[in-house]
């Protein structure tokens, strides 16, 4: 069973950055494809970005060319780059495996964009 846990969030003024990490335990995390979710308010979970065992990088359209997704396999940690933040950006930012959700959610890190 993976384990993980999200850090990094936080409050953020519109066109700031901010990096997130996912600590995840469990064996042969570097085969695992891992991806970043996001929850709004009143709004479905839903994947903003991926990356493969060998590095390969998918994104969704809202978060393209602000975000990047990276990984360290020997340190079992998947990060996400946050920048140009948003107002709608704003949400609790989860990691779980980047195919599907399949293993027990984390307790997310919020992150809010405000002026």
């Known amino acids: 069973q993976v384990q993980l846990v999200e850090s990094g969030g936080g409050l953020v003024q519109p066109g700031g950055s901010l990096r997130l990490s996912c600590a995840a335990s469990?064996?042969?995390?570097?085969?695992?494809?891992m991806g970043w979710y996001c929850q709004a308010p009143g709004k479905q979970r839903e994947l903003v970005a991926s990356?493969?065992?060998?590095?390969?990088?998918n994104y969704a359209d809202s978060v393209k060319g602000r975000f990047t997704i990276s990984r360290d396999n020997a340190k079992n940690t998947v990060y996400l780059q946050m920048s140009s933040l948003k107002p709608e950006d704003t949400a609790v930012y989860y990691c779980?495996?980047?195919?599907?959700?399949?293993?027990?959610w984390g307790q997310g890190t919020q992150v809010t964009v405000s002026s």
């Open positions: 990356i493969t065992s060998g590095g390969s990088t």
């Open positions: 469990g064996s042969i995390f570097s085969v695992r494809n």
């Open positions: 779980n495996n980047g195919f599907s959700p399949i293993w027990s």
